[in-house]
Nanobody, 115 residues
């Protein structure tokens, strides 16, 4: 059974940085793609970044130039490097992995940016 565990969230001042990780266990093959989403209170869940098996990445306009998604060589751990954080980046960040046509979600990690 595939399980995703996200970590790395926390409290940071505006302008600071955090690095999120999401590790998959029980994966049988290298995942086809990974997403990072975020959900702030009272707002819809937002797709923040995507990385495909070939290494192609995509970002929401709101984080371009500040956030970087990457993965390890095996492809079962994904990272989100977040720089120049702003209060509007405050949210629960969730990872999502696609493997053999099935999507799996992690439990989320809280990121809070103080002004």
């Amino acid at each position: 059974q595939v399980q995703l565990v996200a970590s790395g969230g926390g409290l940071v001042q505006a302008g600071g940085s955090l690095r999120l990780s999401c590790a998959a266990s029980g994966s049988r093959v290298s995942p086809a793609a990974w997403d990072w989403y975020r959900q702030a209170p009272g707002k819809q869940r937002e797709l923040v970044a995507t990385i495909l098996v070939g290494g192609t990445t995509n970002y929401a306009d709101s984080v371009k130039g500040r956030f970087t998604i990457s993965r390890d060589n095996v492809g079962t751990t994904v990272f989100l490097q977040m720089n120049s954080l702003q209060p509007e980046d405050t949210a629960v960040y969730l990872c999502k992995m696609y493997e053999l046509g099935t999507a799996y979600w992690g439990q989320g990690t809280q990121v809070t940016v103080s002004s």
